[in-house]
């Protein structure tokens, strides 16, 4: 997509992602928590882990953030070739337009240069996201598991959260 790059975070993004997931949030979109449950302290803590063991990228355009991508490793040196704990959020104006692909593109270069090795990424998504699973199929993800009736909606819905996975 024309007039959006695509940088490292860092942790001084903190306030800007905030924002971005908010306002994606409020939008109804995939994300798991609704706006007034999240917190600087939430997006400082796993942008930190991102950037210490795994990936955390931003999009940003015109000087105003996008979209953000991160995942982190679990920790144990046997799950140490896994990026998991994936998020990604993309503002409501620029959703529909390549953003989230961009992002995801981006991140798999950056995942294949870390050391350990990668070769894995692991990501959860709600079954009735329906436009988040055709795009993670798209870039290669396939859903490995199902863990029923898990996200209840704020409507009082329930749906399945789907496992996913990449192999890089």
């Known amino acids: 997509m024309s007039g959006v790059s695509v940088r490292a975070s860092t942790l001084a993004d903190a306030p800007a992602i905030l924002s971005l997931h908010a306002a994606a949030a409020s939008r109804g979109g ?4 609704e706006p007034d449950e999240m917190e600087l302290s ?5 942008l930190a ?3 210490a063991s795994g990936v955390a990228l931003s999009a940003w355009a ?6 953000e991508i991160h995942a982190s490793r679990l920790g144990p040196r046997q799950f140490a070739h896994n990026l998991l704990d994936l998020t990604v ?12 692909a961009q992002l995801f593109e981006a991140l798999f270069i950056e995942a294949a240069r870390l050391e350990p090795k990668v070769e894995r990424i692991e990501l959860m998504c709600r ?12 870039l290669g993800f396939v859903i490995e598991g199902r863990f029923q009736r898990r996200v209840r909606l704020a409507d009082g819905t329930v749906e399945d959260d789907l496992a996913m996975a ?3």
């Open 62 to 67: 015109d000087g105003a953030i996008a979209g």
């Open 166 to 168: 990449k192999a890089l």
């Open 30 to 33: 995939g994300l798991a928590r």
């Open 49 to 51: 882990k991102a950037l």
């Open 127 to 138: 079954e009735g996201n329906l436009g988040a699973v055709r795009l993670y199929q798209r």
């Open 42 to 46: 939430q997006i400082e803590g796993a």
């Open 89 to 100: 959020a993309v503002r409501p104006e620029f959703q529909g337009r390549g953003v989230g």
